[in-house]
């Protein structure tokens, strides 16, 4: 058995929570540290079983005096974070290169109501005996607006490293710890990207390997000059 998790012919068992949430408290400290507030662990992670991703905890993150909630999850390979509540009795056109764990239902996007941004903060991924902190390699996948009866099912952004970079690294247990951020919503003057989604871990790029990243949404304008100040910048 390994320290995080058992592989056997590519399948994941016996994973252990209490590393992970060692390993996540280890690196929201150094978030706290960065961003110079407070966040705090409010629970350990429990096994999602109803849901299309391992496992989850919740955090609390101090910005400007006001208290906001992550999600910390944590992912095995194939795993998202869509459902049908929103879309479920819609003829839907679904990649084809998509291959998910549980049920084919978490890839469908979902809409994101009553915040104006949301923002990923990677964490980091584990082999089963290291955790290379900060490390992430994740899809987003949302409607295609331009689409109607049936709605196509498409990939809107990578978070974290590209495949082969995050290959690269992972292998080499090159860590980054830059923190940056990303969103996986924002606004585009009236436009809302990324809302529907569903953030996908990916087999092929995660083959054996769990990835832990928190995401927090919000409407405060507040925060999110705040968080802007912690972005990845995108070079074009």
Known sequence: MGKYFTSFNG????????EFDEARDRVLGMYST???TTIVNQNNFVLTPEKGYEAISKARIVVNDKNLEMNVVLFCPGDATGNTENYGNRKLIEPACIVVRKTHKAIIP???DGITAEYIFPIGSATQEHFIMGLTSLEGWTIDPRSSNPLTILRYKEFGYNPLEYSRRMKEKYADISLKLEKTLWLDGDERIGDPHSIYCSPETSNGILQMVGFLGTNDESAIKFFERYEKKIIS
């Open 34 to 36: 960065r961003f110079g």
């Open 110 to 112: 979902r809409r994101k």
């Open 11 to 18: 399948r994941l068992s016996n994973i252990n929570l209490k």
